[in-house]
């Protein structure tokens, strides 16, 4: 079975709590058994992660190299940031999916601007905790 790494970055262990009007109720638990149920109905195996750490999770994408068959990440802040991670993710070869619970082009102007989406496939921005579960679905179109 293929297998489908989802990356979530710092404060993401948060969601639920912070900045609800934002992010909304649901738990970080709540996506990883969204994630982990349509892996299930489209046949992938899904690995979920969440760190503060930036190193951990440049650490994670290359391990994915020649490994899955996707990665699906929500980088968080360091999507405006992190020049590193965008290398990562060249180096890791595969098809890379950016997602953001909120539509950052609607928020402040520090947010306008994302490393990830000049090495990514496609962004989804602003569907909620849904952008995961379209993500997760056209890897697995894909990879059919
Ligand atoms: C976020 C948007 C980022 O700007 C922010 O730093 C986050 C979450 C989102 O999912 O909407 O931490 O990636």
Redesign the pocket.
């Known amino acids: 079975m293929k297998t489908i790494l989802v990356l979530n970055g710092p ?2 262990n948060m969601l639920g709590l912070r900045q609800p009007d934002v ?1 909304g109720h649901e738990t970080l638990a709540d996506v990883e058994a969204l994630c982990r149920r349509t892996g299930d109905e489209s046949g992938l195996e899904i690995e979920f992660q969440q760190t503060n750490h930036e190193g951990q999770m440049i650490d994670w994408i290359h391990h994915a190299r020649n490994r899955v068959a996707g990665i699906v990440i ?4 360091w ?2 940031t992190s020049v590193a991670i965008h290398d990562a993710l060249i180096a890791a070869e595969v098809p890379v999916i950016e997602v ?3 539509n ?1 082009h609607r928020r402040e102007h520090f ?1 306008h601007h994302s490393y990830v989406s000049l090495v990514a496939k496609a962004v989804l921005a602003g569907l909620g905790t849904h952008g995961y579960q379209l993500a997760i679905e056209h890897l697995a179109h894909l990879n059919r």
Do not use: F, M, Q
């Not at 929500?74 to 802040?77: L, M, Q, T, Y």
């Open positions: 404060n993401l992010y929500n980088p968080g802040a999507t405006h953001h619970i909120s950052v947010r």
